[in-house]
């Protein structure tokens, strides 16, 4: 079963002479539980990718299915719910509130949906991460791989079936890295929940199931195989 289907996404930024085509009939499935390494030179388009997998924008013609569900037919409040309950977003520069403590920030997501934390995910979460001891710290009392930990768990806590990430271990050193992308792949592991990580690690996409580049807004299917 195909958890993410891509089906010929175009995105043109803006028109006539200014027209960036971004996105040029990109297609293909990932199926459930795979981790998928996103490769590329800057402005190959693949946080436009992302964008558009996580619906966070729209495409110019194209169609992307979400566990089956066409996400663009949806309604924008439908959306919002259907994003905060299927999707964890892990960005580079890490998002968190600053006026939350680190606990605040993962539970998040699920106060938004008016729904009970679950205490017992939370403490498991906090010990996978190593932050059982800054659960009450302010993200600008944190070092930078422990924010990222903390963005990390903001993503799992709501157990979606679909993680996107875009360059999460880019503001952390080799060290932290390894240890964060670890992780990820051992939550996401445990709850059978598929990954597309876009790095510009040879190191991290070594250890991805496949790896897709994208190189001019087009998209190369590499298999298990770097160049
Ligand atoms: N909002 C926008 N308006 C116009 N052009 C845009 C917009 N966002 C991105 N682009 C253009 O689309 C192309 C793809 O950008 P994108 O951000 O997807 O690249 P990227 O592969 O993520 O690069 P990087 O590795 O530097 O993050 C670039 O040429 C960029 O200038
Ligand atoms: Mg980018």
Do not use: W
């Amino acid at each position: 079963m195909n958890l993410l289907e891509v089906k010929s996404i175009c995105k043109i930024y803006g028109s006539d002479e200014a027209a960036v085509h971004a996105l040029k009939d990109i297609s293909f499935t990932v199926p459930k539980g795979e981790f998928v390494a996103v490769v590329g030179e800057s402005g190959s388009g693949k946080s436009t990718l992302l964008n558009m997998l996580g619906a966070l924008d729209t495409p110019t013609s194209g169609k992307v299915f979400i566990d089956g569900n066409d996400t663009f037919k949806m309604k924008e409040r439908q959306l919002t719910v259907f994003r905060r309950r299927n999707i964890g977003f892990i960005f580079q520069a890490f998002n968190l509130i600053p006026e939350l403590t680190v606990e605040q920030n993962i539970i998040f997501p699920v106060l938004l949906d008016y729904q009970k934390p679950d205490k017992k995910y939370l403490e498991e979460l906090l010990t996978v991460l190593g932050l059982k001891e800054r659960r009450n710290h302010l993200p600008s009392q944190l070092s930078g791989g422990q924010q990222q930990r903390v963005a990390i768990g903001r993503a799992l806590y709501t157990r979606p079936s679909l993680i996107l990430a875009d360059e999460p271990t880019g503001n952390l050193d080799s060290q932290n890295s390894s240890e964060v992308i670890a992780l990820l792949k051992e939550a996401a592991k445990k709850y059978e929940q598929t990954i597309v990580m876009i790095t510009h690690s040879p190191g991290i996409a070594q250890t991805a199931d496949r790896v897709l580049r994208v190189s001019d807004g087009m998209l190369t299917d590499f298999g298990r195989c770097l160049e």
